[in-house]
């Protein structure tokens, strides 16, 4: 069985994961992900036995995807603040879609934090949940071939909701503690 790293964006998301875990603080956003996920790995020589698992909150961006029964584990994530119709004309692949697991849970990772509710129509349109750092999370781990989850629990409704997040992120973080010490402790 692969040894976790937990990644997550702050130490509030990570603040309830069992003592013995290692955990990657990366910083929230894609940047800050990607770097710091990639400086880690790259410093490693350990990484065939690893698995990176990327645990933190998600806004819903459907009704009904609330904190009660918000644990997902992602089955797709997608880039959604890139123009990748655009790249694709331009003859490139821009990647925007990584599929991380068997679930059908989509999550669509920015750097834009939703709280907008046009902004959450359009991205409801091809996913159920919304973040800012689980894309970069998932490129920079398949560009190393470590395998990679992405777990993630509803904080909020990504609507103006989201700018409660600090006051809700505790009960998040609570839920992911739990499942990371149920299924990787």
Same mark, same amino acid.
């Given at each position: 069985?692969?040894?976790?790293?937990?990644v997550?964006?702050?130490?509030?998301?990570?603040?309830h994961?069992?003592?013995?875990?290692?955990v990657l603080?990366?910083g929230i956003g894609?940047?800050a992900?990607?770097?710091?996920?990639?400086?880690h790995l790259?410093?490693?020589?350990?990484l065939?036995?690893?698995?990176?698992?990327n645990?933190g909150?998600?806004?819903?961006?459907?009704d009904?995807?609330?904190?009660e029964?918000?644990l997902y584990?992602?089955?797709?994530?997608? *880039?959604?603040d890139?123009? &990748?119709?655009?790249?694709? !004309? =331009?003859?490139?692949?821009?990647r925007?879609? /990584?599929?991380?697991? $068997?679930?059908e849970?989509?999550?669509?990772?920015g750097?834009?934090?939703?709280?907008?509710?046009?902004?959450?129509a359009?991205?409801a349109?091809?996913?159920?949940?919304?973040?800012?750092e689980?894309?970069?999370?998932?490129?920079?781990?398949q560009?190393?071939g470590?395998?990679v989850?992405?777990?993630k629990?509803?904080s909020? *409704?990504a609507?103006?909701? &989201?700018?409660?997040?600090? !006051? =809700?992120?505790?009960?998040?973080?609570?839920? /992911?503690?739990?499942? $990371?010490?149920?299924h990787?402790?």
């Open positions: 069985m692969p040894r976790p790293l937990i997550a964006a702050t130490r509030a998301e990570a603040a994961v069992p003592s013995g875990l290692e603080l990366t894609k940047t992900a990607a770097t710091a996920l990639a400086r790259a410093s490693r020589g350990d065939a036995d690893l698995e990176v698992v645990l909150t998600a806004g819903g961006l459907h009904g995807l609330d904190a029964h918000g584990e992602i089955g797709t994530v997608l *880039n959604h890139i123009n &990748a119709d655009a790249i694709r !004309a =331009l003859g490139y692949d821009p925007e879609r /990584l599929v991380v697991g $068997a679930g849970t989509v999550l669509a990772s750097d834009v934090f939703v709280t907008d509710p046009v902004v959450r359009r991205l349109a091809d996913a159920q949940l919304v973040d800012m689980g894309y970069a999370v998932a490129y920079v781990a560009e190393f470590v395998p989850r992405l777990v629990h509803v909020d *409704n609507d103006e909701s &989201a700018l409660e997040w600090v !006051a =809700l992120v505790d009960r998040s973080a609570r839920i /992911l503690g739990e499942w $990371a010490a149920t990787l402790a």
